[in-house]
């Protein structure tokens, strides 16, 4: 292939750097995602029918103090204070992996001075291990819970 202006070693010189710079790039996602496999053990599930890494992963620590209480009631098996708990979540919104119809549960994450179950829900997925997602604004948005932090 002719061009103009150009020789052989710079056409030579540009490919091996494009293809050293796609070699680093490859290099550092692999290493970025061992290195967020290692440090997040819990993260790293998907839902059997879906993938979550877009998801913003946040520490149940940094939730609202109910979130936490919530998590425990769903490790327990309940007693749930709502009779909507632990009842099948259908995501019509789309915004979690689409999983099959019963894939999902959801429970209300309690809201202090609110006399309904107000908007906030951790709805869990039926992962090995058990995958929890917190919406704070009734399945606007939602974020992938680690509950070891």
Same mark, same amino acid.
């Given at each position: 292939?002719?061009?103009?202006?150009?020789?052989?070693?710079?056409?030579?010189?540009?490919?091996?750097?494009?293809?050293?710079?796609?070699?680093?790039?490859?290099?550092?996602?692999?290493?970025?995602?061992?290195?967020?496999?290692?440090?997040?053990?819990?993260?790293?599930?998907?839902?059997?029918?879906?993938?979550?890494?877009?998801?913003?992963?946040?520490?149940?620590?940094?939730?609202?103090?109910?979130?936490?209480?919530?998590?425990?009631?769903?490790?327990?098996?309940?007693?749930?204070? *709502?009779?909507?708990?632990?009842?099948?979540?259908?995501?019509?919104?789309?915004?979690?992996?689409?999983?099959?119809?019963?894939? *999902?549960?959801?429970?209300?994450?309690?809201?202090?001075?609110?006399?309904?179950?107000?908007?906030?829900?951790?709805?869990?997925?039926?992962?090995?291990?058990?995958?929890?997602?917190?919406?704070?604004?009734?399945?606007?948005?939602?974020?992938?819970?680690?509950?070891?932090?």
């Amino acid at each position: 292939m002719w061009l103009p202006f150009t020789t052989m070693s710079e056409i030579t010189s540009r490919t091996v750097k494009v293809l050293l710079s796609l070699l680093l790039v490859l290099a550092g996602m692999s290493a970025t995602s061992a290195a967020a496999s290692a440090a997040e053990p819990v993260l790293a599930a998907q839902a059997a029918c879906g993938d979550t890494s877009g998801f913003r992963k946040v520490a149940l620590s940094g939730l609202p103090a109910q979130a936490t209480d919530t998590v425990r009631l769903i490790q327990r098996g309940g007693p749930y204070p *709502y009779s909507q708990d632990n009842q099948t979540f259908y995501n019509r919104e789309g915004i979690l992996p689409a999983c099959s119809t019963g894939y *999902y549960k959801e429970y209300t994450v309690k809201t202090p001075g609110v006399s309904t179950r107000g908007a906030r829900r951790i709805v869990t997925g039926n992962a090995s291990p058990k995958l929890y997602f917190y919406t704070p604004d009734h399945y606007a948005s939602f974020v992938l819970v680690d509950i070891t932090r």
